[in-house]
């Protein structure tokens, strides 16, 4: 089998790169023919003609097709793995697989095909208006926070729906979530055209831990979307437990000048930086406001045996299972989020099976190997089907 893994890079590094490596990584162990393709993402904030260029080219980029095009044909694959299309390579990639009969998956790491600007959040809340429509609210609610941008972006989702590129030309889509897959299938996705595919975490042989596991323990970007502020608000309340910030972000700045004594903020941290900090922690909160499509963030606490606490809201419920292997919380209620919290700092029966629960969870549902196993079956069905539309 051979494999092109493809991926437009972004200018900050992020989950998608994540998986787009590992993928790679895991498919080559399998002794799998895979060639990476990652295109680079220009600098455009400082230059008003590449800007221009992107958002044309974002919507149907005539040199990327010709581009792959030709790719396909010389290489032969016998699938196109796509993370990423915007904005340099464009939906066109998908007309030139069609041509030339070629399977292509598109991975959906992010809203972008139900929401145009692929976060569902606007005026610090959650929302559907586009899921079902042509995306014309994002102009009316000016999503993007720039008019010039929030046409773009609603253009380029408008087009796209249109001639029904990810709908007709796409050979499947890869959602990492039931949540996702039922996004799609409420847009008007055929449910046979979306492949469930969870993403997939390293878990630890051994679990490191302290005797003297203290923090309350928040890892992310520090904005208002990740529920900063409930993290916050529960450390003000909760004065007798230490609270930890692992991340950076727009509000870093403002939240931890006015943040209570009993929080400390630490900023990124590599791997095993922030595997000593899980053998420190005591719990994880993940307390999004936003629709995550995965919440990767929770899945590599409970790996490390954290019992973790997340906002009950997009696929972060789905780590819960009826609350066997995580707590759940309402966004926005810190008197909830409070009240689980002092459960499982004073409950050591409750403490230990949650994290014991969460942990054999992870391992049973998200390892690297069952991971790969089911991506070669997406890959194996695609091929199967391709090859009777061709008989």
Known sequence: MKVINIYNGRKERGGEDVIFELISYLLKKKDIDVEDIKVKELNYDQNSFLKVSAFFSGIFSISSFFKFSRIFKEKKPDIV???????????SIFLAAKLTRTPIVYHSHNFLLTCPVGSHFINNTACEKCTKSAGFNTLKYNCRG???ES???WLRFLVSRI????????SAVIVVSEFSKNMLIKSGFKENKIALLPNSVKVPINVQTELSRKYILFVGRVNFEKGIYDFISAAQNLSHLDFLVVGDGPLKDKIEKSSPTNTKFVGWKDKDSLKEIYSKSLIAIVPSWS?????LTAAEAMSHGLPTIVADRGALSEFSRNEKTALTYKPG????????IITLTSDDKKYNKLSVSGRELIKNKFSHDLY????LLIYQSLIKKESKNES
Not at 372 to 375: A, C, E, K, M, Q
Request: aromatic content about 20%; proline content about 5%; hydrophobic content about 30%.
């Open 81 to 91: 793995h796509i993370h990423n299309l915007y904005p340099s390579i464009s939906p």
């Open 146 to 148: 720039n008019i010039l």
């Open 151 to 153: 046409t773009g972006y």
């Open 163 to 170: 001639f029904g590129f990810f709908h007709r030309y796409c």
């Open 291 to 295: 629709y995550e499509t995965f919440g």
């Open 333 to 340: 209620d810190v008197n909830d989020l409070c009240q689980k």
């Open 372 to 375: 790969v196993s089911r991506l």
